[in-house]
C-alpha cells in the first residue's frame, strides 16, 4: 500500500517530475513502465502522444498527411499547465490517442496527484518552460536502424498500420525530424540512455535513487514557471 503524496506547507505536492525524451521507437514509454513499476511510492505517466493537436474535424486521408513528428503538433501548453496542476495537488484529465485513426480517442482518463510523475515523449524536451518543471532528464539513444524495427513491428501490430504507410511516414517526417529537432534534444538530457526501456540497470539505478531520496524534487510556483 503506498501513501499519499506529500502536501506542501503552501499547498502542492512534492512530485518529482521525471522527463523522458529520444526517437520514435527507442524505447521511451517502456523505460516509462518499468521505471514507474519499480518505483516504491504513487507514480504516474503522462504520454506527450495524449497531447496532439485536435485535427478530428478533418478527413480521414487529410489527417493522414500531417507531419506528427514536428514540434507543432502538439500542445506544448496544455501539457505544461497539467504538470503544474499535478504539482499543485490537482487532478487533471487527459484523453489518450487513436493511432488508427489519427485523432483523439474517446476514453479519457485521469491522473491524479502523485510521488513520482514521469512525462515521456519525442519533444518532451522542446519547451524551456515544461523543461524547468522536469527533476531529472533521460535522453533515450539508440540506433537509428533499430529504432526503426521497433516502430515497424510496434505500428503494425498495435496501431492497425501497413508497411507502406510506415515506411512512408518514416522517409516524409519521422526521420527528418528526428535529425531537425530530436537529437539535439540530448543536450539538455542530465543521464543517456543506451537500450531503451531494455536497460535494466539504469531503471534498478534509478529507482534506488528515487526510493531513497536521492533524486529531490523540487516546488513550483502556484503562477507556474518563467516565461521565456
Known amino acids: 500500500m503506498t501513501s499519499p503524496p506529500r502536501i506542501l506547507l503552501r499547498g502542492g505536492v512534492l512530485m518529482l517530475t521525471i522527463g523522458i525524451c529520444g526517437a520514435s521507437g527507442s524505447g521511451k514509454t517502456t523505460l516509462a513502465r518499468a521505471l514507474a513499476a519499480s518505483i516504491d511510492g504513487k507514480s504516474a505517466l503522462i504520454k506527450q502522444d495524449c497531447y496532439y493537436r485536435d485535427h478530428s474535424y478533418l478527413p480521414f486521408e487529410e489527417r493522414t498527411k500531417i507531419n506528427y513528428d514536428e514540434p507543432d ?23 489518450g490517442y487513436d493511432y488508427s485513426m489519427h485523432r483523439r480517442a474517446d476514453s479519457t482518463e485521469l491522473i491524479e496527484p502523485c510521488d513520482v510523475l514521469i512525462v515521456e515523449g519525442i519533444h518532451a524536451f522542446y519547451d ?20 526503426l524495427l521497433r516502430r515497424v513491428q510496434r505500428d503494425i501490430l ?10 512512408r511516414q518514416y522517409l516524409s517526417t519521422v ?3 528526428y535529425e531537425r529537432y530530436i537529437r539535439t534534444y540530448i543536450e539538455f538530457a542530465d543521464v543517456i540512455v543506451a537500450g ?3 536497460n535494466t540497470k539504469i531503471v ?3 529507482a534506488l535513487y528515487i526510493n531513497s531520496g536521492q533524486l529531490p524534487a523540487t516546488e513550483v510556483p502556484p503562477t507556474g514557471p ?3
Open 128 to 147: 524551456p518552460r515544461t523543461r524547468d518543471m522536469m527533476d531529472f532528464k533521460l535522453f533515450v539513444h539508440v540506433d537509428p536502424d533499430i529504432c
Open 73 to 95: 503538433a502538439f500542445e506544448h501548453d496544455a501539457l505544461r499547465e497539467d504538470i503544474r496542476a499535478l504539482k499543485l495537488g490537482k487532478a487533471v484529465t487527459r484523453k
Open 204 to 206: 534498478d539505478i534509478l
Open 226 to 228: 518563467p516565461t521565456v
Open 196 to 198: 531503451g526501456g531494455f
Open 175 to 177: 526521420k527528418p525530424m
Open 158 to 167: 498495435e496501431r492497425g498500420r501497413d508497411i507502406s504507410g510506415i515506411a
